[in-house]
């Protein structure tokens, strides 16, 4: 089979690129008389090689990344030079990894459309500076969803998510779950008194509610700290930085709020093992890429309730029924306890394969194609 891939999303540092990276050099090896074709917007310097993988740039005015941030949207000159693109080359089947990147296509092609979540579509205040940008977004899912043969998503709450949603029968909606990078595994360190949350300074992760439980939890632990790591300059998605700082001025502890900004993967994996307690009070999240990666490096976990998080993390993780400050004094004041969860942590991120994603992915292309 020919497979025609968007590659707009590459080199994006968020879970959108993740997913791309990781499933990719699995989907070339799994399926070796297939040959794959992947879109850039613009030419990159990392890509990786395979003698079934092509790469074929559309030399777009902009990224992906700068087009589609919160404050701004894809030209339609650039959306053209990506569909012409692609009619250079003939494919059996298109994937798109994500809507983010979504591009319309010309002709009949069986698409799969990857749909990782619907905060966007349910909480625009999370993710866009305005009402435009909402509306291009409406605009580009609509015209997505009406092309896709398949929607591709990541975990069993966001398939009912998007179903009920937009009114897709679930049956048209595949699960291809995601899992830790091999830098993200269990190594001996000696353990530091920090929290660490990992991910997007967005709105919906929640941060906020960090804030004064560290101050709560510092009665007692006066050296404890609070590291976020994740881009807070360059991200481009909605963010909420300057509110969070305000928060650790109010709460005072100030001091013991680290911003680290973006973390490359082993410097993020050492920041992982060493961490006393990881946190992840998201409003919602599609999956929570990050969690599998705390989890692979043997972190004691503790999450918000619902979503995905709970889904992801099963019986390794202390879902927060209460308080912040009390779910994770409890994960500090119990040295067994944290222990065990370290045990059951390595054991959950285990569960998760990119091989298992990539043959899930690779079903969807033959499904897609038979009919």
């Known amino acids: 089979m020919r497979i025609g891939i968007d590659g707009g999303t590459w080199s994006n540092r968020r879970g959108y690129g993740r997913f791309l990276r990781e499933l ?82 010309l002709g009949r092609l069986p698409v799969a459309v990857g749909i990782h979540d619907t905060m966007a579509d349910r909480h625009p205040q999370w993710a866009f500076a305005g009402k435009r940008q909402k509306l291009f977004w409406d605009l580009k899912v609509k015209l997505a969803l009406a092309q896709a043969a398949r929607i591709v998503t990541v975990s069993v709450h966001s398939r009912r998510s998007i179903a009920e949603h937009f009114g897709i029968d679930s049956r048209r909606i595949a699960v291809v779950s995601e899992a830790a990078a091999p830098v993200f595994q269990r190594a001996d360190r000696s353990e530091e008194p920090y929290l660490l949350a990992v991910g997007g300074i967005s709105p919906n992760k929640n941060l906020r509610v960090l804030i004064p439980a560290l101050a709560a939890l510092r009665a007692r632990r006066p050296a404890l700290r609070l590291v976020l790591a994740g881009d807070y300059k360059h991200d481009g998605f909605q963010g909420c930085y300057e509110e969070l700082r305000a928060e650790a001025d109010r709460c005072q502890v100030a001091d013991a709020v680290v911003f680290a900004g973006y973390v490359p993967d082993e410097e993020l994996a050492e920041l992982y093992r060493r961490c006393a307690v990881y946190v992840m009070p998201s409003l919602e999240e599609g999956f929570g890429l990050p969690l599998v990666e705390a989890m692979a490096c043997g972190c004691a976990c503790v999450v918000a309730p619902g979503h995905a998080l709970e889904e992801v993390g099963g019986d390794a993780v202390a879902v927060v029924k209460g308080g912040w400050a009390e779910a994770i004094g409890r994960v500090l004041d119990n040295d067994a306890e944290r222990k065990a969860m370290r045990e059951r942590s390595a054991r959950r991120a285990a569960e998760f394969s990119w091989a298992r994603g990539a043959l899930a992915l690779a079903t969807v292309f033959e499904e897609m194609v038979s009919r």
């Open 24 to 105: 990719l050099p699995e989907l070339v090896r799994l399926r070796p008389a297939w040959q794959f074709t992947v879109f850039l917007d613009q030419p990159r310097q990392d890509i990786i090689t395979a003698p079934n993988l092509q790469w074929q740039s559309a030399n777009t005015g902009q990224s992906v990344s700068a087009g589609a941030a919160a404050n701004s949207a894809r030209s339609v000159p650039d959306l053209w030079r990506m569909s012409r693109a692609v009619r250079t080359v003939e494919f059996d089947a298109f994937w798109f990894p994500t809507v983010y990147s979504y591009f319309p296509l």
